[in-house]
T-cell receptor
């Protein structure tokens, strides 16, 4: 089966510019996650979608970050305006389901987008 | 808040030796504990996971043990090979709003010396 797809793979922007990342999850996976991975650290969850609804965005800096999953499949993550500390790899992951009480199914990660803010 | 601590941060072993990575978690309601392997510049890949209703799980040279009372779990790699060299992340599920989410450890850089 095809894996999680992300684009672009690399992006370099200046601070205060905006940027958008795209993710296509594994076919049939209802749950989609965006993670931020700063160099030398583990992935940190930014936002989680169940189909096209947000179920957790507690760690998303909402003053500058936004995300959507309009048709319950593809998703975009946007940063506007970017700061130097946003330099990181942005990972998208998907899983079959992730509802409380039904357990947490395995998450499969995409290749990530490496963002450098100068 | 919830957190996952992972030790050691770096681990160097000789080829053929065993490697052990340990993680502790804070949320007693955590019930799912995956381990991911991330090679340089690549995506994290799930290598093994364990749920809270079992104490140990094995898959060839890899095993994971879970001690719910002490709230810690460990990854064991036997007969290490150079291709095992990578960063390994543990994670634990926590309740986040209407669903569960994963909290990741800080990673362990494993170097297997040939």
């Amino acid at each position: 089966e095809a894996g999680v797809a992300q684009s672009p793979r690399y992006k370099i922007i200046e601070k205060r510019q905006s940027v958008a990342f795209w993710c296509n999850p594994i076919s049939g996976h209802a749950t989609l996650y965006w993670y931020q991975q700063i160099l030398g650290q583990g992935p940190k969850l930014l936002i989680q979608f169940q189909n096209n609804g947000v179920v957790d965005d507690s760690q998303l800096p909402k003053d500058r970050f936004s995300a959507e999953r309009l048709k319950g499949v593809d998703s975009t993550l946007k940063i506007q305006p970017a700061k130097l500390e946003d330099s990181a790899v942005y990972l998208c992951a998907s899983s079959l389901v992730g509802l409380a009480g039904l357990g947490l199914h395995e998450q499969y990660f995409g290749p990530g987008t490496r963002l450098t803010v100068t | 808040g919830e957190n996952v601590e992972q030790h050691p941060s770096t681990l160097s072993v000789q080829e053929g030796d065993s490697a052990v990575i340990k993680c502790t978690y804070s949320d007693s309601a955590s019930n799912y504990f995956p381990w991911y392997k991330q090679e340089l510049g690549k995506r994290p890949q799930l290598i093994i996971d364990i749920r809270s209703n079992v104490g140990e799980k094995k898959d060839q040279r890899i095993a994971v043990t879970l001690n719910k009372t002490a709230k810690h779990f460990s990854l064991h790699i036997t007969e290490t090979q150079p291709e095992d060299s990578a960063v390994y992340f543990c994670a634990a599920s926590v309740r986040g709003g209407a669903t569960n989410k994963l909290i990741f450890g800080t990673g362990t850089l494993l170097a297997v010396q040939p």
